[in-house]
Nanobody, 123 residues
Framework: QVHLVESGGGLVQAGGSRRLSCAAS????????MGWFRQAPGKERELVAA????????FYADSVKGRFTISRDNAKSTVYLQMNSLKPEDTAVYYC????????????????WGQGTQVTVSS
């Protein structure tokens, strides 16, 4: 069992930056691919970024490419999402998720989820 807790959300002005953290406990995440998803009001949850267990492969949604960076520190069992040049359309609840094995892009392939952290970008 992997327990995930996100932190770092809050209110930020457009153009600003925010770093989200996802701390894992229960098991080491060194064998897990990790993903950051988000869900805006009235919209489906979408994958924002993903990273494989060894950090040799990363994925970014087109909407955040060049602005967001996913990273991981397996020694600390923590995954990060650095968000720069934030836009009002980035406003959402951001979720951290983990899956054993290879990185995948489908939500239903992730086994463990955090409770989410709200990011609100004001214009």
């Amino acid at each position: 069992q992997v327990h995930l807790v996100e932190s770092g959300g809050g209110l930020v002005q457009a153009g600003g930056s925010r770093r989200l953290s996802c701390a894992a406990s229960g098991r080491t995440i060194s064998s897990y691919a990790m993903g950051w998803f988000r869900q805006a009001p009235g919209k489906e949850r979408e994958l924002v970024a993903a990273i494989n267990w060894s950090d040799s492969n990363r994925f970014y949604a087109d909407s955040v490419k060049g602005r967001f960076t996913i990273s991981r520190d397996n020694a600390k069992s923590t995954v990060y999402l650095q968000m720069n040049s934030l836009k009002p359309e980035d406003t959402a609840v951001y979720y951290c998720a983990a899956k054993l094995g290879s990185m995948r892009l489908r939500e239903d392939e992730y086994h463990y989820w955090g409770q989410g952290t709200q990011v609100t970008v004001s214009s």
